[in-house]
C-alpha cells in the first residue's frame, strides 16, 4: 500500500467512526433522555432485559453506550445488578445490527430498487436528506432526525472508502503473509480484543473488518478468532465507566467480560474440535461482509442463549470477583459517579444527572424519617449512619452542581438549559432537608448528657408532627422522581397542616413552661426542633412549587403559593380540610383521650 492509499485507508476509518459518533448521537436526542427510564422501568424478567437490551442497543447503535448507561443506573441504585445482566446480553445482540446494515454492500443485481438501497446510493440519499432537514428546517425534532441522517451517510461514505482503499492489497504478497499469521487463534482474538478496545466500538470494528473482505484476504480461519477477540475488546469501555463507581456498578462491568470472555472460549473449543474431528470445507474460503455480519450475530445470539439458563452463574462469578462489603447492607452509601462522557448526549446527562438528585433526595428523607427516634434514645449506630449519608449529601451537591454547570456550558436545547438550571435549585432544597433533619439529630448527645426528657404530653405530640413531615417529605421527594401532579398538588395543604400543628404545639408547650410541667432546658431543644421540622416542611413546599410550575402552564412557584393560601382553588381547600382531619384535630383530641384516660379517677 502507498502512502497515499494509507492516507486515503485512515480518512475512511475516521469518516467511518465519524458517522458511527453523528448518528448515534442524533438517536439519542430523538430519545429525549428517555432511554435511561425505559432502561430501569422494563427490567421485571431477564427475557424482558435481553429483549429490551437488544431494542436499546439496536437504536442506539453502541453496545459501549447501552453499557455505560446500565452502569449509570446501577451506580445511582435506580437498577439492581440481577436487572442489569438481561441487558447486558441484549446489548451484545443488538450491536450486531451495524454489521447487517454493512453487509448490503454485497448486494449485486441490475434491478433498479436493488441498487438503490446499495450503500453507494444510500449514502449519498442520506446526506442529502440529512442536509435539507439540518439547514432548511427549525424544528429541533428535524434537525436531529437531519443529523441521523447524515451520521448514516457519512458512516456509508466511509466503508467505501475502506474498501477502495484496502483492495489493492489483495494483490500484495507482505499483506496477504501478514495477514495469514492471524489464523492462530490466540493471535486472532488478541488482535481483535486491543483493536476494539482502542476504538472502543465492536460494531466499528466488524465494519472495518468488513471492509477487508474486498482483499479476498479475510478468510473463515483469519475472521473467527478476530471476531470473538472484537467482542471481549468491547467490554473496555465498561471497564472504564467502572473505575471509582460503586461495587454493584463494577460487577455490571465484569459480568460483561465473563459473558464474552467465557462465549468465546465455548465457541474456540466447540469449532476447533469439529475441525480436529472433522474437514470444514469452507475453512479457509474468503468470507464476504455478509459472512461476517452472521457469524457476528450468531456469537452473541447463541452465547445468549447459553447463559440464560444459567445467568445466576454469571452473577456469582461477578460477586466472586467484586465481593460484598459491610457497607453494602446501605447501598444507598454507594459513590455516585456522574460519567462526563455523557456529555456527547445533553438529554442523557441530564437524564443522569436528575437520577443522582433524586438519590439524594432520598438519603434526605432517610435521615428525616430516623431523625426524631435518634434523638430520644441517642442510637450512636444510627446516628453514624446518618452522619455518613449527610456527608454524602453534601459530596453530592458540589458534584452535581458542577456536573449541570458542565452541561450548561454544551449545545443545549432551550429546554435541556431549562432543566439543567431548574435541577441545580432541586439540589439546594433536598441539601437543606437533610441539614435540618441533622440539626433534630445532633441534641440526642445534649438529651443524654444532660438527662433532658420530654413529659408523655411532649413526646405525642411530637410524633404527629413527626408523621406529618414525613408524609410531605415523601410526597415531595415522590413528585419529583416521578413528575407527579398529584403528589406535588398534596404538599402544600399539608405543609399549612404542618404549619398549623407547629403553632399549636408551640402555644401548648409554652404553657407547660409557665406551670412548670416542662424545664427550660427542655423546652430549648423541644423548640429548636420544631423549628427544624417546619423548616423540613418549607423545603417540600419549595420543590413541589416548583414542579407543579414546570409541569403545566402557571404562575412562578411564589405567587403559585400565595395564590393557593388565598384560598381560591377548590382542590387545594379539600386536601387542606384532609390533613386537618388526618394530623391536626384527631390526632389532638386522641392525645388528650389518651392522657384522660392514663389519670387515676
Known sequence: MTFFGLLTLL????????????????LEKIAGGKTESILKKLTSSIFRGVLLGTVVTAIIQSSSA?????????????????????????????????????????????????????PSSLAPMSIIAGIVLTMFFKKAKQKNIGQILLGFGVLFIGMLTMESSVAPLKDSPLFLELFSKFQNPFLGVL????????????????????????????????AVPIILGQNIGTCVTGLIASIGASRSAKRVAFSHVYFNLIGTAIFLIAIYSLKALVNIPFWHNAMNMGDIANFHTLFNIATTLIFLPFSGLLAKLSYKTVPEDEEERHPELDVIVLDERLY???????????????????????????????????????????????????????SITNYLVGIAKL???????????????????????GDRAINIIQRAGEMTDKRISFSEEAVTEIKILDSAVNEVCGLAIDAFKNHSTDSAERVEPLEETVDEIVETIHDRHILRLKDGSCSIEAGVVFLEALNNYERVSDHCSNVAAKILSSIQPMPDPHTLLRELHEGHQEVYMKLLSEYEKKYALPAFERAKRQQNESKPH
Request: no cysteine.
Open 411 to 433: 449545545d443545549l436545547t432551550e429546554d435541556e438549559g431549562l432543566q439543567a438550571a431548574t435541577l441545580i435549585s432541586f439540589i439546594n432544597e433536598f441539601e437543606r432537608i
Open 66 to 118: 447501552t453499557t455505560v448507561i446500565v452502569i449509570g443506573l446501577v451506580n445511582s441504585g435506580i437498577m439492581k445488578f440481577t436487572q442489569a445482566l438481561g441487558i447486558i446480553m441484549g446489548a451484545n445482540i443488538g450491536t450486531t445490527v451495524t454489521g447487517q446494515i454493512i453487509r448490503l454492500s454485497d448486494l449485486s443485481s441490475d434491478n433498479f430498487f436493488v441498487k438503490l438501497v446499495k
Open 344 to 398: 456527547a448526549s445533553p438529554s442523557m446527562a441530564i437524564a443522569h444527572a436528575r437520577s443522582a438528585v433524586a438519590g439524594m433526595a432520598e438519603l434526605a428523607a432517610m435521615i428525616q424519617k430516623k431523625a426524631l427516634s435518634i434523638m430520644m434514645t441517642n442510637d450512636l449506630e444510627e446516628m453514624d449512619l446518618a452522619n455518613k449519608r449527610e456527608n454524602l449529601i453534601d459530596s453530592l451537591e458540589v
Open 191 to 222: 488482535v481483535g480484543t486491543v483493536v476494539t478496545g482502542i476504538i472502543q466500538s465492536s460494531s466499528a470494528s466488524i465494519g472495518i473488518l468488513q471492509a477487508l473482505t474486498s482483499t479476498s484476504a479475510v478468510t473463515w480461519a483469519i
Open 11 to 26: 480518512g475512511g476509518v475516521g469518516l467511518f467512526l465519524y458517522g458511527m459518533s453523528v448518528m448515534g448521537a442524533g
